[in-house]
């Protein structure tokens, strides 16, 4: 839009923000300093500098940016300012999550941080730990953030990354603590580091690290040892390095069974960590033969997870199409809406913005799959916010009028 109209953003105080546009902050500012700490729509400026990912598009202008926050912080400008993600949420997404993890800005995270901006807003260290460069981490960590009572340390596990988990032991947290609730969702709460190393594919090293630091090796969940979960999600490398450090290695009759294929195995008589794991395998790209092995022997395949995820949708939103293509030869329940309120089609929508890559993925292979067993709700074109699928969405509606409807869940 700025290549066809040049003059788009002039005179808009929040668009020249967020296009880092230092004379044009500076002069407005100039002639009227309220602006600084005046909403620019739903955000206030800080906001629209810390949430923009100009920077990606014209990293040239990735100084400026700092230069228009130290513009802004210098008329008033509060360095902890947020805004909820949705009307009326108490939880604010801060103005450091927007620079360290929303943008990955480092310039303009410092600059925050300097600035007095608290790193305990119960966001910014969580999605650091999702960075694999570890900056914004180490920042935030030099800043006082505290791992304590989040569930960073777990998200770091999800990588398998052990220099980050290193950091927040190294930072005062406790391995021992568990996870306690979070904004984002309550998917590991209490679940204990040993588990979710097993459950997360970590490697040796990472156990030995957590052992080391004195993480408790005898913990159970839902009646299930860290060893019997490494073996139920494939995790061999986990369960040997759990038997060679100590931990139990019993797995309960039913899960035996179940782990052999050696069916019918009873669902009911299995823990809730062993009935929910279609849905858990249903994103691991290699998990599909362990997943067939595991429902032709018993395990329920429709099954909500602790989200109301069913596999077909969990499988779609990793963007799994040969996974998705396994569930749905079993005919699920294309109509369920799950915890989150969403469908299978916008599972798929909303996992081609957010979900981590992975190998295999292919959204628009899954979209496919999907808009061949149901309508189209023309809210869900209006929410792609990526490109391929938008596109996709679109010539599909144009190719097939009478699949689109003009209400649904997006």
Same mark, same amino acid.
């Given at each position: 839009?700025?290549?066809?109209?040049?003059?788009?953003?002039?005179?808009?105080?929040?668009?020249?923000?967020?296009?880092?546009?230092?004379?044009?902050?500076?002069?407005?500012?100039?002639?009227?300093p309220?602006?600084?700490?005046t909403?620019?729509?739903?955000?206030?400026?800080?906001?629209?500098?810390?949430?923009?990912?100009?920077?990606?598009?014209?990293?040239?202008?990735?100084? *400026?940016?700092?230069?228009?926050?130290?513009?802004? $912080?210098? %008329? =008033?400008? /509060? #360095?902890?300012? @947020?805004?909820?993600?949705? !009307?009326?949420?108490?939880?604010?997404?801060?103005?450091?999550?927007?620079?360290?993890?929303?943008?990955?800005?480092?310039?303009?995270?410092?600059?925050?941080?300097?600035?007095?901006?608290?790193?305990?807003?119960?966001?910014?260290?969580?999605?650091?730990?999702?960075q694999?460069d570890?900056?914004?981490?180490?920042?935030?960590?030099?800043?006082?953030?505290?791992?304590?009572?989040?569930?960073?340390?777990?998200?770091?596990?999800?990588? *398998?990354?052990?220099?980050a988990?290193?950091?927040? $032991?190294? %930072? =005062?947290? /406790? #391995?021992?603590? @568990?996870?306690?609730?979070h !904004?984002?969702?309550?998917?590991?709460?209490?679940?204990s580091?040993?588990?979710?190393?097993?459950?997360?594919?970590?490697?040796?090293?990472?156990?030995?690290?957590?052992?080391?630091?004195?993480?408790?090796?005898?913990?159970?969940?839902?009646?299930?040892?860290?060893?019997?979960?490494?073996?139920?999600?494939?995790?061999?490398?986990?369960?040997?390095?759990?038997?060679?450090?100590?931990?139990?290695?019993?797995?309960?009759?039913?899960?035996?069974?179940?782990?052999?294929?050696?069916?019918?195995?009873?669902?009911?008589?299995? #823990?809730?960590?062993?009935?929910?794991l279609?849905?858990?395998?249903?994103?691991?790209?290699?998990?599909?033969?362990?997943?067939?092995?595991?429902?032709?022997?018993?395990?329920?395949?429709?099954?909500?997870?602790r989200?109301?995820?069913?596999?077909?949708?969990?499988?779609?939103?990793?963007?799994?199409?040969?996974?998705?293509?396994?569930?749905?030869?079993?005919?699920?329940?294309?109509?369920?809406?799950?915890?989150?309120?969403?469908?299978?089609?916008?599972?798929?929508?909303?996992?081609?913005e957010?979900?981590?890559?992975?190998?295999?993925?292919?959204?628009?292979?899954?979209?496919?799959?999907?808009?061949?067993?149901?309508?189209?709700?023309?809210?869900?074109?209006?929410?792609?916010?990526?490109?391929?699928?938008?596109?996709?969405?679109?010539?599909?509606?144009?190719?097939?009028?009478?699949?689109?409807?003009?209400?649904?869940?997006?």
């Amino acid at each position: 839009m700025l290549e066809a109209y040049p003059a788009l953003a002039e005179g808009q105080f929040g668009l020249a923000c967020a296009l880092y546009d230092v004379d044009a902050v500076e002069a407005m500012l100039a002639r009227d300093p309220a602006l600084a700490t005046t909403a620019q729509g739903i955000r206030r400026p800080i906001l629209h500098v810390c949430f923009s990912k100009y920077h990606h598009m014209a990293p040239e202008k990735s100084a *400026d940016a700092v230069k228009v926050a130290r513009l802004l $912080l210098a %008329a =008033g400008a /509060d #360095p902890d300012d @947020g805004f909820p993600a949705e !009307p009326g949420e108490a939880h604010l997404l801060s103005a450091l999550y927007g620079a360290s993890g929303h943008t990955c800005h480092m310039g303009l995270t410092r600059l925050l941080l300097e600035a007095g901006a608290n790193p305990n807003d119960n966001e910014s260290l969580y999605h650091a730990s999702e960075q694999r460069d570890l900056k914004a981490l180490a920042m935030l960590l030099e800043h006082g953030a505290r791992p304590e009572g989040t569930n960073a340390p777990f998200r770091a596990m999800d990588f *398998d990354d052990l220099r980050a988990v290193e950091m927040m $032991l190294d %930072a =005062g947290w /406790d #391995p021992n603590e @568990g996870v306690s609730h979070h !904004p984002s969702g309550p998917a590991a709460v209490g679940l204990s580091v040993m588990h979710h190393a097993a459950q997360r594919g970590c490697g040796a090293p990472m156990f030995d690290l957590l052992a080391a630091r004195g993480a408790r090796l005898d913990v159970q969940r839902n009646g299930l040892g860290a060893c019997a979960l490494a073996l139920l999600y494939g995790n061999e490398a986990g369960a040997q390095a759990l038997a060679r450090l100590g931990a139990p290695t019993d797995v309960p009759e039913p899960l035996a069974k179940l782990l052999a294929g050696e069916g019918p195995v009873d669902p009911n008589l299995l #823990p809730d960590e062993a009935r929910d794991l279609a849905s858990e395998l249903a994103g691991f790209t290699e998990a599909l033969p362990r997943l067939e092995k595991f429902i032709a022997a018993g395990l329920e395949w429709d099954r909500p997870n602790r989200m109301g995820m069913t596999p077909v949708q969990a499988a779609g939103w990793w963007g799994l199409p040969e996974n998705m293509a396994f569930f749905l030869k079993h005919k699920p329940d294309l109509a369920h809406i799950n915890g989150y309120g969403g469908t299978l089609l916008s599972m798929i929508i909303h996992g081609s913005e957010n979900a981590p890559s992975v190998a295999n993925q292919d959204y628009i292979a899954c979209l496919e799959m999907a808009l061949r067993e149901g309508a189209l709700p023309r809210p869900a074109i209006r929410h792609a916010g990526r490109e391929d699928v938008l596109a996709f969405l679109e010539d599909w509606a144009e190719r097939c009028p009478g699949q689109v409807v003009a209400h649904g869940i997006a």
